[in-house]
Nanobody
Framework: QVQLVESGGGSVQAGGSLRLSCAVS????????MGWFRQAPGKGREGVAR????????YYSDSVKGRFTISQDNAKNTLYLQMNKLKPEDTAMYYC????????????????????WGQGTQVTVSS
């Protein structure tokens, strides 16, 4: 079992930056794929970034590519999401997720189902 605890959310003006953190504990064998998802009020959950195999490869949705960076500090057992050039449409609850994925293309696909989720951290971007 993997436990995930997010932090770092808050309110920021458009164009600003935030860094989300996700403290990870538990079974390391069950988290070859990790990612950040978000859900805005009235909308479905959107996967915004993934990282595979301990940090060697990353994937971003088109909506955040070039603005967000996912990274992983294995020594600190922490997953990060650096968010720059934030827009009002980035406003959402952000969730950290982890789970197994046998191959990288599975991790990056829209059909990947995380096994574990954090409780979420709110990001609000004002115009």
């Amino acid at each position: 079992q993997v436990q995930l605890v997010e932090s770092g959310g808050g309110s920021v003006q458009a164009g600003g930056s935030l860094r989300l953190s996700c403290a990870v504990s538990g079974d390391t064998s069950g988290r070859s794929c990790m990612g950040w998802f978000r859900q805005a009020p009235g909308k479905g959950r959107e996967g915004v970034a993934r990282i595979y195999g301990g940090g060697g490869s990353t994937y971003y949705s088109d909506s955040v590519k070039g603005r967000f960076t996912i990274s992983q500090d294995n020594a600190k057992n922490t997953l990060y999401l650096q968010m720059n050039k934030l827009k009002p449409e980035d406003t959402a609850m952000y969730y950290c997720a982890a789970g197994p994925a046998p191959w990288i293309n599975i991790c990056y696909s829209g059909s990947w189902l995380p096994r574990n989720w954090g409780q979420g951290t709110q990001v609000t971007v004002s115009s």
